[in-house]
């Protein structure tokens, strides 16, 4: 009659759903500070390639901003709800990894491009354009990091 007593087992919880959910505290992670750093220097360097009377190379830089400060706001956002690991289908790491480096190689020709206009503003997109070059680097390397050794996103 009670014989199964002692052995039953029971079957492990199934898999939480993916849910999207806002997580505030993903700003104060080092990618998500990399991500700020680079909205902010995408902006600033933007501000001060607007007062250039320079028009040629504001042109390139002004493009480089929108596509960037777009495309990063959009990457910010999907971490914040959890959107990468809802679909985690989706090589996220690999893309992001290929932005990025593309984003640091335009932001060294069009920072050295718009630092050649000789006045002081220059100099100035040219530095917000170095630590933008630096963000963008450093997160590109910590993508590359994650993607070679197989992690999730997130």
Not at 131 to 150: E, M, N, Q, T
Request: charged letters at 15%; one cysteine or more.
């Amino acid at each position: 009659m009670f014989d199964n007593y002692g052995n039953t087992q029971s079957s492990p919880p199934p898999p939480s759903p993916k849910v999207l959910r806002f997580d505030k505290n993903y700003v104060k992670t080092l990618p998500g500070l990399l991500k700020i750093v680079q909205l902010i220097c995408n902006t600033i360097g933007f501000i001060c390639i607007k007062v250039s009377w320079a028009w040629f190379s504001a042109i390139f830089f002004n493009i480089l901003y929108w596509i960037a400060n777009v495309v990063t706001i959009f990457i910010l956002v999907m971490y914040m709800f959890h959107f990468v690991e809802k679909y985690d289908r989706w090589p996220w790491l690999k893309l992001e990894f290929f932005y990025c480096s593309i984003v640091a190689l335009a932001y060294i020709c069009f920072s050295i491009f718009a630092t050649a206009i000789g006045e002081s503003v220059g100099y100035a997109v040219g530095f917000f354009g170095l630590c933008a070059i630096i963000a963008y680097g450093l997160d590109g390397y910590l993508k590359y990091k994650g993607w070679r050794r197989g992690l999730p996103a997130q």
